[in-house]
């Protein structure tokens, strides 16, 4: 048995989704024309902190909470606003914006580079 690597899936899924650097997903949070999405493990959150405002939703649980027909539905993630996903890195969120995709949201992005990207640029961490 061949196994895919994970790196390919990412990849192919960053092609297809819409990857916003730091200080445009920030931007757009702050205007209300986004809800940024963390679906890093509660563990990841807090060690590393959070970015406030942002909506944690694990990412084991994301489509079942986005999914209205799922018992485990969210209604903060029933939105026009885009949702902007975001991990410690952005493998996780763009395979995960692809799987939302898949499922026939079209205002979904991810934030290039992650969590850690956004640390680097000095946005805003809650501990």
Known sequence: MS????????DEAKARIRTL???EARAMAERGEALLVDIRDIRELDRAGRIPGALHAP???LEFWVDPQSPYHKKALATDKTLVLFCASAWRSALAAKTLQEMGLDNVAEIEGGF????AEGGPVER
């Open 3 to 10: 196994i895919r690597p994970v790196g390919e899936m990412v």
């Open 21 to 23: 650097p730091v200080s």
């Open 59 to 61: 990412r084991g649980m």
């Open 116 to 119: 850690s990207q956004w640390v």
